[in-house]
């Protein structure tokens, strides 16, 4: 019951002085004379005040994003960077490594060719001792005839 009945009041009083205001805002922009110039005047500068501070929330909070976004795409590209500059020290790490292998290969090929010739030298220089010492014997064959 009374808490009701207090809440009817309170709402009732609250809605009459906005009928007020609200008919003395009208008077206002019509240019006519109002009843309650002060209340008009208070009421009108809280709205402006409130607008005023809404236009601020607005403002930061959108420069709060604004700089949000700028850091996540610092971030971003920043990551991407450092993404690029890994793959290029991995992409110079094989890059030396096969150059290392490639001159590895050529070497041993090259030690391989050195050896097959050396080996075709001794191979010819016994042969070649071969032939001398079988024209040696016919040599030594011919004169004991």
Same mark, same amino acid.
Request: charged residues 45%; hydrophobic residues 35%; contains cysteine.
């Given at each position: 019951?009374? /808490?009701? =009945?207090? !809440?009817?009041? &309170? +709402?009732?009083?609250f809605d009459a002085v906005h009928a007020r205001l609200a008919k003395d +805002?009208? @008077?206002?922009?019509?240019?006519? $004379?109002? &009843?309650?110039? =002060?209340? !008009?005047?208070?009421? !009108?500068?809280s709205k402006m005040s409130a607008m005023e501070m809404d236009e601020a929330?607005?403002?930061? @909070?959108?420069?709060? %994003?604004? %700089?949000?976004?700028?850091? *996540? ?11 690029? &500059?890994?793959?290029?020290? *991995? ?5 030396? *490594? ?5 001159r590895d290969l050529e070497k041993k090929r090259d030690a391989q060719l050195? /050896?097959? #010739?050396? !080996?075709?030298?001794? /191979?010819?220089?016994? #042969?070649?001792?071969? @032939?001398?010492?079988?024209?040696? =014997? +016919? =040599?030594?064959? &011919?004169? $004991? *005839?």
């Amino acid at each position: 019951g009374d /808490r009701m =009945v207090q !809440l009817a009041r &309170e +709402l009732w009083n609250f809605d009459a002085v906005h009928a007020r205001l609200a008919k003395d +805002l009208d @008077r206002y922009l019509r240019g006519i $004379e109002v &009843e309650d110039p =002060v209340s !008009l005047a208070q009421y !009108l500068e809280s709205k402006m005040s409130a607008m005023e501070m809404d236009e601020a929330r607005k403002k930061w @909070r959108s420069e709060a %994003k604004s %700089k949000a976004e700028a850091a *996540r795409r610092a971030g971003t590209e920043a990551k991407r960077d450092a993404m690029a &500059e890994k793959q290029d020290q *991995r992409i110079k790490g094989a890059t030396a *490594r096969a150059a290392a292998q490639q001159r590895d290969l050529e070497k041993k090929r090259d030690a391989q060719l050195k /050896r097959e #010739e050396e !080996l075709c030298e001794r /191979r010819r220089g016994v #042969e070649e001792k071969r @032939r001398e010492e079988a024209h040696r =014997v +016919l =040599v030594v064959a &011919e004169e $004991e *005839r």
